[in-house]
């Protein structure tokens, strides 16, 4: 319950992204939980989106 209630912590503009992904059917998810539920420990917002920006870079390529 504590790690959902701290995705509250994070930016409006990543809460938004993540709540409108498509789903994923098949391969990785654009950006691990791992990785997301560390994000509401970084208190300013522009310091998230920084973060946040990274991780998508980072995001596999899908194999075709």
């Keep these: 319950m504590t790690q ?3 995705l509250l912590n994070l930016a409006p503009e990543i809460q938004e992204e993540v709540l409108f992904w498509p789903e994923v059917e098949a391969g990785p ?3 691990s ?3 997301l539920r560390r994000l509401p420990g ?7 989106l920084e973060i946040w920006n990274q991780l998508r870079e980072r995001r596999p390529s899908s194999a075709v």
């Design 4 to 6: 959902v209630m701290n």
């Design 33 to 35: 939980e791992r990785a």
């Design 42 to 48: 970084v208190m300013s917002w522009d310091d998230q």
């Design 29 to 31: 998810e654009p950006v």
